[in-house]
């Protein structure tokens, strides 16, 4: 099992950065695949990024793909989300979540999910 706590969202305008970061329990978090979903208002959960256990690969949806970073340290048990260039529509409650298996966006294939963390970016 792995427990996945968030942190680090807030309130910021248009253009600033923001990091987020997700602290894991569990040995299992150094064997599975890690990602980041959102959620804006009356919107479906979506896919921002992920990347593998040894943080040798990552992937990233289009919308956010140079502006975000996602990096992972095994050691400490952690996730972060390194965000750049915020807009508007990069509001939403942030989710870091695990699947066990292969990597990709589908919500579905996530096995474990945090509480989430609320950004909102102003224009």
């Known amino acids: 099992q792995v427990r996945l706590v968030e942190s680090g969202g807030g309130l910021v305008q248009a253009g600033d950065s923001l990091t987020l970061a997700c602290t894991a329990s569990?040995?299992?978090?150094?064997?599975?695949?890690m990602g980041w979903f959102r959620q804006a208002p009356g919107s479906e959960r979506e896919f921002v990024a992920a990347?593998?256990?040894?943080?040798?690969?990552?992937y990233y949806a289009d919308s956010v793909k140079g502006r975000f970073t996602i990096a992972r340290d095994n050691a400490k048990n952690t996730l972060n989300l390194q965000m750049n260039s915020l807009k508007p529509e990069d509001r939403g409650v942030y989710y870091c979540?695990?699947?066990?298996?292969?990597?990709?966006?589908?919500?579905?294939?996530?096995?474990?999910w945090g509480q989430g963390t609320q950004v909102t970016v102003s224009s």
């Open positions: 990347i593998t256990w040894s943080g040798l690969s990552t």
């Open positions: 979540a695990g699947r066990t298996n292969g990597i990709g966006e589908d919500v579905d294939k996530y096995d474990y």
């Open positions: 569990g040995r299992a978090f150094q064997h599975i695949t």
